[in-house]
């Protein structure tokens, strides 16, 4: 799988966002109405809800809304989207590349997406439905997911992985370290030259797929 994450400018929604900047929501799940019509389900928090419906009456891309439940500082809205919102909705094409959500949240700033794609070539497909319709899409960070889903590789070639799970294993990284970086070079028949190169090649990368700041990124 590919994990890719990223922001879109996106349409939906951004008329009620722009009216409580400081608004947050999470997406919860998408549905088909039995009239074939474009439903989401989201959670609201840190703003002013009152401001934040009365919004949603006046953006463009939303036919209905109605609050499903409220709990502490947090309401659960359902919203059904006009035919302009169904227009320019990535929900469809979403599907047709069987990708998965994992996370997605919006502000008045754009919608921030998590989400795994089976292949290259369909996130690349979707992109370019992005700019035929005019959707900016800014990329985050772009990884390959391998083996279960509780060992993501973020971005690292096997040897890199192996080679950073041995440095933890054989003690290279406690302090005082317990085994040096001929140690390590030895475990995999390789110079020390190259097990420093594979290593700090093998940080650099897990760093920019993990914590490095997403708006000191290209």
Not at 149 to 156: E, K, R
Request: proline fraction near 4%; hydrophobic fraction near 35%.
């Amino acid at each position: 799988m590919i994990i890719v994450e990223f922001r879109l400018d996106y349409p939906i929604l951004r008329e009620a966002l722009g009216v409580v900047p400081e608004m947050e929501i999470t997406w919860e799940q998408s549905d088909r109405t039995a009239e074939g019509r474009h439903q989401i389900l989201f959670w609201a928090e840190n703003g002013d809800f009152d401001a934040f419906e009365g919004g949603l009456e006046s953006d463009p891309t939303v036919a209905t809304s109605e609050e499903a439940i409220e709990i502490s500082d947090q309401r659960l809205y359902r919203v059904e989207l006009k035919d302009e919102g169904q227009r320019a909705s990535i929900y469809p094409v979403l599907l047709d590349e069987a990708s998965v959500l994992r996370h997605v949240t919006a502000t008045h700033r754009g919608w921030e997406f998590r989400t795994a794609f089976p292949t290259k070539e369909g996130f690349s497909r979707f992109c370019e439905h992005c700019r035929s319709h005019e959707i900016g899409i800014v990329l985050h960070r772009f990884y390959e997911e391998r083996g279960s889903l509780d060992t993501p590789q973020f971005g690292l070639t096997d040897p890199q992985r192996e080679t950073l799970v041995t440095a933890v294993d054989c003690g290279y990284l406690e302090i005082p370290r317990e085994n040096s970086l001929a140690d390590l070079s030895d475990r995999f028949d390789i110079s020390e030259t190259a097990a420093s190169e594979r290593f700090r090649r093998g940080v650099k990368t897990l760093i920019e797929c993990t914590v490095y700041p997403d708006d000191e990124r290209t």
